[in-house]
């Protein structure tokens, strides 16, 4: 079956660091994404790793290892508008399917 | 403005009653997908497509049934809603399924079933 785990709620202070942790099992494994969501909001993309190692965009940077089924989203010098849902992805190609499942989303609260 | 449109935004109906939920995207994208958000769940697939007159099931289709004539359009239609359908509902397009890592999401549809 295809599953991804990922914590349910991580809270920082402002200026910290905070990763959030992803594990995945799936078929047929081909990049793992992340998405935003604020409170109201849709996802919006963040990050893609098709290949081991870390990606960075700003503030934001993500890793992936695939040999270990793991990756991680690392958000640097928190801001509090970071406060939202974050949600890890895997594009699960098999065959003639090509989907995007999603994990349960991990909750980010920032404390001033 | 590229974007991806859903109507109606919010929705309250009845058990039974047909309903259809439209998407259209202005990006002349060939994937697109629905999902449905309930909490604790996460985001889970209901359909998708990945051209015109190509469409296939996602992890939770039952009881959904989708079209996709045009390459903008992708309306997600119940045809008889029940109470477990009530959720939020996210419609999402991709430039390919190559690019499927990357989608971008409608505003969404809250829809309540009583």
């Known amino acids: 079956g295809q599953s991804l785990e990922q914590p349910s709620e991580v809270t920082a202070v402002e200026g910290a660091i905070v990763q959030i942790n992803c594990t995945y099992q799936?078929?047929?494994?081909?990049?793992l994404s992340w998405y935003q969501q604020h409170d109201g909001g849709a996802p919006t993309f963040l990050s893609y790793?098709?290949?081991?190692g870390l990606e960075e965009t700003g503030r934001f940077s993500s890793f992936l290892s695939r040999s270990d089924s793991y990756g991680y989203l690392l958000l640097q010098e928190l801001q509090m508008k970071d406060s939202a849902s974050y949600f890890c992805?895997?594009?699960?190609?098999?065959?003639?399917?090509?989907?995007?499942?999603f994990g349960t989303g991990t909750r980010l609260q920032v404390f001033p | 403005e590229a974007q991806v449109t859903q109507n109606p935004r919010y929705l309250i109906t009845v058990t039974g009653k047909k309903l259809t939920v439209t998407c259209s995207q202005n990006m002349n994208h060939e994937y697109m997908s629905w999902y449905r958000q309930d909490p604790g769940l996460g985001l889970r697939q209901i359909y998708y497509?990945?051209?015109?007159?190509?469409?296939d099931k996602g992890d939770v289709p039952e009881g959904y049934k989708v079209s996709r004539k045009e390459k903008r359009n992708f309306p997600l239609i119940l045809e008889s809603p029940s109470p477990n359908q009530t959720s939020l509902y996210f419609c999402?397009?991709?430039?390919?399924?190559?690019?499927?890592?990357?989608?971008?999401f409608g505003p969404g549809t809250r829809l309540t079933v009583t």
């Open positions: 999402a397009s991709s430039l390919d399924r190559v690019g499927i890592y990357e989608q971008y």
């Open positions: 799936t078929s047929g494994f081909y990049g």
């Open positions: 497509s990945m051209n015109v007159e190509v469409t």
């Open positions: 790793n098709a290949l081991d």
């Open positions: 992805a895997v594009r699960d190609l098999v065959g003639d399917t090509d989907k995007l499942i």
